[in-house]
């Protein structure tokens, strides 16, 4: 490996990589400092991508005529380039891929997974993500994932009606690889694809330890260096007064290209869309692989540092509330501008898979995560939000570390028996898991403002205290997974059993052991090449939800829980047009919040709760101008025992997101965003209005002194839409994000 490490040496001491990278790392993290401008200012770059950017927004918003011809390729933060002609290749599948990347079965074609599932590319997440949501823009171009984001940093979504985060993720097939929701921030940077796949799928995805499982999994897969070599460099002016960098640079080495290596790194540093909201980010990753015909090795190393004060905004609505107060302003704060949160993580991934013969591989998995440590003063946002929009506030400290790791081997390949064709996986996977958390803590309570009005709090004093251990856990678990075809592969039957040990230590709660299984079978039938049809069962289980921040019984670990689902549907490719319908049941235990007379909120596991819904996405090339991606989706959330509808779980649901590309130069987005009314479980008569969302866009590409750019312009919220986020299941909801514009500029060199 002396060689490749030397061909990296040399080729990171080019000017432009070689500047840049030292700007990022010992500039302050910020390119649009000094040295980095200077690194610019020999191309007079950064006046002229303004100026194009804002001219892209304005041509579009005023409808100029263009000219119509064939092909357009887009960017957002990552666009190849042919060195020396300045032609963009287009990236692999458009805005979904066919192709979908699910840790135990594989890579699979979509029409071949027994689930709804969706893999959207580098390319959607482009042109939809914001900087407030990032990835949660991407993945709520499936209908079947909504966004319960609560403030920046802070990003959770359901998928089906069941809330989910960090836990229910996973990087390369790796679970728990991102600490909760801090560095969720950061996958825009690394991110190549995502693959989401609706429901309870422990059997295919391997063990993951869970607070917030059965709605379904999404899966990441890194960027990796292609066979045309890349250095890209993004410019962004985002939200308020706040600006981001970033630079992707990838080649290959040596003989048939075995060797590659990525880089991203990016930083934001400003005022956020949310005044007087601050948000600083860095982050760093690599990704190297290995290809030869027998074997396939991949590592990803990364850092992250996230900063954000002022920016929480979700209320937790008063008990005798008749109505939901009128949605305020989505740009400012409502909380204290001195209340902050920071976290530092770090996360080293690991894949291998040794070619035995032609019919067998061998694969090994590892993954750490360490958080070190988030720390925040912080609130939930408004206490008990009252019909005119006054709220109490409660501030707590807090300071946590979470370490997880994860390894895996297993045995995976095929063969025949009699007319059978059988796929198989063997899998044995371990997952350990350590908390620490505050020992003393401080609190204050008894501020107050309201919606409306402006609000300010002197800045208190207050003490961090020190970390101590609240729990640990590990998980022993292993899979087997067959899926079995006959009839010349028109008829497939996937047969999967999994089964784990567990054992949960909690300083609140003591030690305890516990086991399960879980099947997962599906059939799916070819009616013709591009038609199937299919029916499956799938499983979940968590470990026992611990309580988190916010409630009185922060700590205490609940009893586990099993996630069923039951699902039919059928896939049809028309073209390069992708459609899926699928019809669910989940059945689930439920949480709720429960205040007691004290005014003490408690999460506790009440009764169960049975979602039935029905799905239909459409993804993929209407014509050679126009691209789509989205769907429709209604979910019916009620409690088996009482038959009520579950708290902010709205009916109905929609998105599209559409392209228009009328030129090699210009391409122009368009998104529509819908979520129904839904109850809000207070007296029973309380509902969360509707609302729609309008977001635009234009791209257009060009050279400038012979180096091609690529200039994005996105305005979040067109007509500027006061409106609430429910929060699946619980008695609070989030303030929505107010009109946000994003102006991106990205050389190709």
Not at 253 to 268: P, V
Not at 529 to 542: C, G, L, Q, R, T
Not at 665 to 694: C, I
Request: include cysteine; hydrophobic fraction near 35%; charge should be positive.
């Amino acid at each position: 490996m002396r060689k490749e490490f030397n061909d990296l040496a040399a080729a990171t001491k080019s000017d432009i990589l070689g500047k840049c990278l030292q700007t990022f790392f010992l500039g302050g993290g910020n390119i649009f400092g000094v040295r980095g401008f200077r690194c610019l200012h020999k191309k007079c770059f950064l006046k002229k991508a303004l100026a194009l950017a804002l001219g892209a927004l304005g041509v579009f918003a005023v409808g100029l005529p263009v000219q119509a011809i064939e092909n357009y390729q887009l960017n957002g933060i990552t666009v190849y380039a042919n060195k020396g002609n300045g032609t963009l290749v287009e990236p692999l599948g458009g805005l979904a891929d066919q192709h979908q990347n699910i840790p135990l079965l594989g890579t699979k074609d979509a029409l071949e997974v027994p689930f709804s599932s969706m893999t959207i590319s580098r390319t959607a997440s482009d042109y939809f993500s914001s900087p407030e949501k990032g990835f949660v823009d991407t993945v709520t171009l499936d209908p079947a994932v909504r966004d319960d984001s609560r403030s920046t940093f802070n990003n959770f979504i359901d998928i089906r009606g069941v809330m989910m985060n960090s836990g229910s993720m996973y990087i390369n097939g790796i679970p728990n690889m991102m600490h909760r929701t801090d560095q969720m921030f950061t996958v825009d940077t690394f991110v190549n694809k995502i693959s989401v796949i609706a429901g309870p799928n422990i059997g295919i995805g391997g063990t993951a330890m869970a607070q917030y499982p059965g709605g379904g999994a999404i899966y990441f897969e890194s960027k990796k260096a292609d066979k045309t070599p890349n250095m890209d460099l993004t410019l962004s002016y985002q939200g308020n007064k706040s600006f981001s960098e970033g630079i992707d640079w990838g080649k290959r080495f040596r003989d048939n290209e075995r060797y590659g290596i990525r880089l991203n790194a990016s930083s934001i540093n400003g005022a956020g869309v949310i005044k007087p909201e601050k948000v600083e980010s860095k982050d760093f990753f690599a990704n190297i692989d290995q290809k030869t015909s027998h074997s396939w090795s991949n590592l990803l190393v990364g850092y992250t540092h996230g900063y954000a004060e002022g920016a929480a905004k979700h209320f937790r609505f008063s008990n005798n509330l008749n109505h939901i107060p009128e949605a305020p302003k989505g740009d400012k704060s409502y909380v204290p501008k001195w209340a902050y949160s920071k976290s530092k993580n770090f996360m080293l991934i690991f894949n291998h898979e040794q070619k035995i013969n032609d019919k067998a591989t061998v694969f090994f998995n590892f993954g750490q995560n360490e958080n070190h440590p988030y720390e925040s003063v912080y609130t939930w946002g408004g206490r008990n939000l009252d019909e005119n929009g006054n709220y109490t506030l409660e501030f707590n400290n807090r300071l946590a570390k979470t370490e997880n790791k994860y390894s895996a081997i297993g045995l995976k390949g095929s063969f025949e028996l009699g007319k059978s064709h059988h796929d198989y996986v063997i899998n044995f996977d371990r997952n350990w898991q350590k908390n620490y958390g505050v020992a003393n803590g401080w609190s204050l309570k008894g501020l107050t403002g309201n919606i409306y009005t402006d609000n300010e709090w002197d800045t208190p004093a207050y003490y961090m205290g020190h970390l101590k251990w609240t729990s640990s856990s590990y998980t022993n678990a292993y899979h087997v997974l067959d899926a079995i075809s006959f009839l010349d592969d028109k008829l497939t039957v996937m047969l999967g059993y999994h089964h784990h040990y567990s054992t949960v230590n909690n300083a609140t709660s003591g030690k305890a052991k516990y086991s399960a299984g879980s099947p997962t079978y599906a059939v799916s039938y070819r009616v013709q090449p591009n038609f199937v049809v299919y029916a499956s069962h799938s499983e979940d289980f968590a470990s026992g939800k611990t309580v988190g921040y916010g409630y009185k019984n922060e700590g205490e670990a609940l009893d586990p829980y099993k996630t069923k689902q039951n699902e039919v549907g059928i896939k049809y490719k028309q073209g390069d047009l992708l459609h899926t319908l699928a019809y669910y049941t989940i059945k689930q235990a439920n949480y709720g919040d429960w205040e007691d007379a004290a005014g003490n909120l408690y999460l506790r596991q009440i009764d169960d709760k049975k979602n039935k819904g029905v799905e239909y996405s459409i993804a993929g090339k209407v014509t050679d101008k126009w691209d789509v991606i989205g769907g429709i989706s209604r979910v019916d959330a009620r409690d088996v025992k009482t038959n009520e509808r579950i708290s902010q779980v709205a009916k109905w649901s929609g998105t599209l997101g559409l392209i228009y590309k009328p030129n090699d130069d210009w391409a122009f987005t368009a998104r529509l965003q819908y979520l129904g009314e839904s109850p809000v479980v207070l007296n029973k008569t309380v509902t969360m209005p509707s609302h729609t969302l309008l977001h635009l866009g234009a791209v257009y590409q060009t050279n400038i002194n012979g180096i091609p750019v690529t200039f994005n312009a996105k305005m979040f919220n067109v007509f500027n839409k006061r409106y609430w986020t429910p929060t699946e299941g619980r008695t609070q909801a989030n303030v929505g994000e107010p009109r946000t514009f994003v102006f991106t500029t990205t050389f190709h060199f």
